[in-house]
């Protein structure tokens, strides 16, 4: 049975097929998803649906776009409330368990090369300028030069994206994880820190 179809204007119910789009592929899989079902959970017609999108793969491909930015904006909107460098670091660390959660829609809509297409300019260059950020506040924090930052970086990152996989994986307590993850990182990095003032990653005596 159809549901009785609320009047909205085109930007919000472009907005709506989206999100209805979105929570049916978390609850039934990417591969069950048809326009024809979206309409009936969205309670419009078929033609309706095909209004705003010509197919399948552009209507994936849009919602990957709107879930990309959502996410970026989350980041962006954590780093600039966080009052410290760990608070920083601590934005970053929960994005990336947000990303591997069970059913994140981004997680299973990149998994597709041919929606990931739809960001995968856009995510190159967020993941530069995101890195670059990183060096450089990881640098002037911990008085390391940019060479030492970007290494220290790289593993920082590494280590939560394999803390993140695991809790998924083994499904751990968040908030649990995520304070473990921030402890190993920002030891680390301290570590790090501590020790090159008398070696640097090149192996080469500081002056």
Known sequence: MVKVRTRLSPEKRKKQLLDTAGAM???EGLQSF???ALAR???VTPPLVYNYFSNRPELLQALLSQE???FNKQIRDGIQQAQSFEE???VFIKSNFDHFAAGNILLILQSQPEIFVAIRDEQKSNMRQT???LVSITAKSFQLTN?????VS????????AAAQHAARHGLNQNETIELALTYVLGGMMAISEKTPRTSVKGTSRK
């Open 68 to 70: 990309y930015r959502t």
């Open 154 to 161: 790289t593993m920082s990152s590494s280590a939560s994206i």
């Open 25 to 27: 592929i978390v609850a």
């Open 41 to 43: 959970e969205a309670g």
């Open 147 to 151: 060479a030492e930052a970007e290494l």
């Open 131 to 133: 890195g670059e950020y």
């Open 34 to 36: 048809t326009m024809e």
């Open 88 to 90: 920083i670091v601590l």
